[in-house]
């Protein structure tokens, strides 16, 4: 089986294919090679995670200056 490219992934995909990685590096009986492998595949999904989360986070401040609120940081009571 294939592995999807990470670009084409969504964000909930990612994530799932992160946790599989970092399983994998954690049992620890991965051959060296391999090790490194999932690593690289491990720092591309998690940039990849990053990214849309800063695309979602955008999307958002969009939003609410759009609605005249204020943006950035937003105090607990202002939820």
């Known amino acids: 089986m294939t592995e999807k490219p990470v670009a084409s992934m969504t964000f909930e995909e990612a994530m799932?294919?992160?946790?599989?990685?970092?399983?994998?590096?954690e049992k620890g009986d991965v051959?060296?090679?391999?090790?490194?492998?999932?690593?690289?595949?491990?720092?591309?999904?998690?940039?990849?995670?990053?990214?849309?989360l800063k695309?979602?986070?955008?999307?958002?401040?969009?939003i609410r200056a759009a609605e005249g609120r204020a943006v950035g940081t937003v105090a607990a009571e202002g939820l």
């Open 16 to 25: 799932a294919a992160l946790e599989q990685v970092v399983g994998a590096l």
């Open 55 to 62: 695309d979602a986070e955008e999307k958002v401040e969009m």
């Open 31 to 52: 051959p060296l090679d391999q090790s490194i492998a999932l690593y690289e595949r491990g720092a591309a999904l998690k940039a990849h995670c990053a990214g849309k």
